[in-house]
């Protein structure tokens, strides 16, 4: 059962429905849900796949580079990451990772910078990787301290990041270092670092609980080139946001595809499962279980493609995808606790669509922007409009004061 009704919303155009279509009939026949053994080799072939599958032209912009479009439709991009988040939680990371680890080269590379990897991370030739958190910088990213030091025409980059997915089986990383020392976040450049890098290694690999390649990266006296610099020196931070921007409302649609599968799971079992002489879809109970979880999932993608579609119209996008973000992976976490709790026992067993979803959902949750994050940015998204509003109404008012006084006068 695919519930795709939500695809007659008047966010998408005749195209996003026909990509859904398409790209739901090749997920139903290449994807699995669970991958048995080695994970970078599963990411790879992934990576390969939806490579060759002609998917991964949506996770980067620029039709010289072999993209979809001109720039990245996020429209096409979220409803690309619900659809494989729906089928594959690992096929979603390798897709959306290819995004995030060429977004800031997408939007701010030189001509150069694009021909060399665009290209290569559209057919799934290479795989990217975006490092920006560090052991003391994760909420707080201006807090960052691997530093870049310029020598002549390159740059030294020395110091750690962390929790860098992809890292370990990456091509390339693009990182953020501080090139000012005191200057906040207005000190960080960013830099395209090849995987082969002398200097740069895998510190340590991390096991989590959604297994995906992860790494700890160590730099130490990483010889640069100036021309594998991203960006404006000092202006690295504006390059994060920018890219998060982006891909933050697709954490969001990912978030609604593991919630709508859940759901999936829930329907098929409370009416499979008979018990008191019924079956748990007939007490009403479990329908109002099921009425909220969808109302839930609506509320998510409802906020989910207005910010998709928000930022396709070149309209600021920041607190809609923070509310997005933060509705929709807060959302699917209750609707798939649901969909374990109809399952009684066999919603924990290993590797039950519903206990993987479970663990698949809980890191959405933290990284891009924790929840506590996303508040924030809302709260100083609204407040700043608030303020914006009062000083214009103070102004208008000002302005009739003195028309008023003006016209006593006269
Ligand atoms: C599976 C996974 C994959 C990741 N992949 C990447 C990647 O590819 N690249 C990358 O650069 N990073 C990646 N990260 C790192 C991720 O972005 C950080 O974990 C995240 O930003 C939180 O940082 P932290 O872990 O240091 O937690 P902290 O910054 O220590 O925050 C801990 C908690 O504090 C709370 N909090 C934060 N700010 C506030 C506040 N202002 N007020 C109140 N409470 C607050 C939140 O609940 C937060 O979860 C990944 C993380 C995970 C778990």
């Known amino acids: 059962m695919v519930d795709s009704s939500f695809l007659n919303w008047p966010f998408?155009?005749?195209?996003?429905?026909?990509?859904?279509?398409?790209?739901?009939?090749?997920?139903?026949?290449?994807?699995?849900?669970?991958?048995?053994?080695?994970?970078?080799?599963a990411c790879r072939k992934l990576v390969r796949e939806l490579g060759s599958a002609g998917w991964l032209k949506y996770a980067i912009g620029g039709t010289a580079y072999g993209a979809a479009a001109e720039?990245?439709?996020?429209?096409?991009?979220?409803?690309?990451?619900?659809?494989?988040?729906?089928?594959?939680?690992?096929a979603d990371f390798a897709f959306a990772m290819q995004g995030l680890g060429s977004g800031a080269i997408t939007l701010f590379g030189t001509e150069a910078q694009k021909q060399k990897y665009l290209p290569r991370v559209g057919s799934g030739e290479y795989i990217s990787a975006f490092a920006l958190s560090e052991p003391e910088a994760g909420s707080d990213a201006a807090a960052m301290q691997c530093e870049a030091t310029?020598?002549?025409?390159?740059y030294e980059l020395n110091g750690e990041k962390t929790f860098i997915s992809n890292g370990g089986i990456a091509d390339f990383y693009v990182v953020f270092a501080r090139t000012t020392e005191s200057g906040g976040s207005r000190g960080i450049t960013a830099f395209i670092v090849d995987a082969k890098t002398r200097g740069l290694d895998i510190a340590e690999r991390i096991q989590v609980m959604a297994p995906h390649p992860l790494a700890r990266l160590q730099?130490?006296?990483?010889?640069?080139?100036?021309?594998?610099?991203?960006?404006?020196?000092?202006?690295?931070?504006?390059?994060?946001?920018?890219?998060?921007?982006?891909f933050r409302t697709s954490v969001a649609a990912a978030a609604t595809g593991f919630a709508r599968r859940a759901l999936e799971e829930a329907l098929r079992r409370a009416f499979s499962r008979k018990m008191f002489g019924q079956t748990l879809a007939d007490f009403q109970l479990t329908q109002a279980k099921l009425a909220e979880m969808a109302t839930g999932i609506d509320a998510a993608a409802l906020l989910t493609y207005r910010a998709a579609w928000q930022r396709d119209q070149g309209q600021n996008v920041t607190v809609a995808a923070a509310m997005a973000k933060m509705t929709a992976t807060e959302t699917a976490q209750k609707v798939i606790d649901a969909a374990v709790q109809?399952?009684?026992?066999?919603?924990?067993?290993?590797e039950e669509p519903v206990e993987r979803l479970y663990r698949e959902i809980?890191?959405?949750?933290?990284?891009?922007?924790?929840?506590e994050v996303q508040q924030l940015i809302i709260?100083?998204?609204?407040?700043?409009?608030?303020?914006?509003s009062e000083l214009s109404q103070g102004q208008v008012k000002g302005a009739e004061a003195t028309h008023l006084a003006g016209g006593r006068k006269a």
């Open 12 to 41: 998408f155009e005749e195209r996003h429905r026909k990509l859904a279509r398409d790209l739901e009939a090749w997920a139903s026949a290449h994807l699995s849900a669970s991958h048995d053994g080695n994970i970078d080799e």
């Open 71 to 90: 720039t990245i439709d996020t429209r096409a991009l979220c409803i690309i990451r619900e659809t494989l988040a729906r089928h594959s939680g690992l």
């Open 150 to 154: 310029r020598s002549g025409d390159s």
């Open 219 to 246: 730099f130490t006296n990483c010889g640069i080139p100036d021309s594998q610099r991203l960006g404006e020196v000092d202006q690295g931070f504006k390059v994060a946001m920018a890219t998060l921007d982006v």
């Open 342 to 350: 109809m399952f009684g026992g066999q919603g924990v067993v290993s």
């Open 362 to 371: 809980r890191p959405l949750r933290i990284y891009e922007g924790a929840t």
């Open 379 to 388: 709260a100083r998204g609204i407040i700043k409009r608030f303020q914006e």
